[in-house]
């Protein structure tokens, strides 16, 4: 593994309220970071531009923004935020959700975890109950996608769905990760596991804030239609193939 050289991505779509503090906080820390702007189309770009002008005025970490035209969803943002940290010679990202719910101060204890061990992927592991209260909903479907990946891919995680995560830069390109929006998250573990790979898991503080200032992208029916058929998939993948694809780490 080449130098350890980490860069935080901020994926983003309609957080106009969240951002401006999630960043401010990120480069405080003295982190450099990439905001990927998944088509928004509230004022999430003027905030953008904000911080852009502050990045410019105080010199610090440099602030790097890559744009979507249209909503592509998670998957898609953070896969072209990882491809943006490799251009500019980056190693490790840390992703951190841009609703608040994360604590970036935390960000130093996930990369003392991937320095230690660099070609692990790093999870920040929600508890059960945090701040605000676990929606049921969240739990319910954490508990099940922790299962099925344990079953998968043998991993075995205890919050699945978290984003507080520092990934080798290239790790989701060699895995060949295909799951579109939130799916993503969740195929990332099966795959490497099946791989050879290991996770790190390092437990986190977390928020969620009061229903009628919660901002929420995931549709419900649709969401849950498309985690179903991306479990079949890999079901159906371990019972055919359970030998075949990629290894993690690259020899």
Known sequence: ????????????????????DV???????GWP???VDDGCQDRTPLVIRDLQAEAKRDGGPSITTVKHTQ?????AALMTGFAEAQVQGYSHAVTVDTDGQHDPEEIPRLMEAAKANPDALVLGERAAQVEGG????????RKFSNGLIQFGGGLKVT???????????????????????????????VRLG???GRVVRVPITSRYFPKELRVSHFRPWLDSLRWIRMHVNLTGEKIAFWNKGPAWPVK
């Not at 960043?23 to 820390?29: D, F, K, L, P, Q």
Request: net charge positive; proline share 5%.
């Open 1 to 20: 593994m080449e130098k350890f050289n980490p860069v935080v991505i901020l994926p983003t779509y309609h957080n106009e309220r969240t951002l401006m």
């Open 23 to 29: 960043a401010r906080r990120v480069r405080a820390g």
């Open 33 to 35: 970071c990439i905001i």
């Open 71 to 75: 909503n592509l969803g998670k998957a």
């Open 134 to 141: 676990t929606p049921w909903k969240s739990l319910i479907g």
């Open 159 to 189: 919050d699945s769905q978290t984003g507080f995560r520092v990934y080798p830069v290239t790790m989701a390109q060699v895995l060949h990760c295909r799951v579109q929006r939130f799916g993503f998250e969740t195929e990332i573990l």
């Open 194 to 196: 099946r791989a050879g």
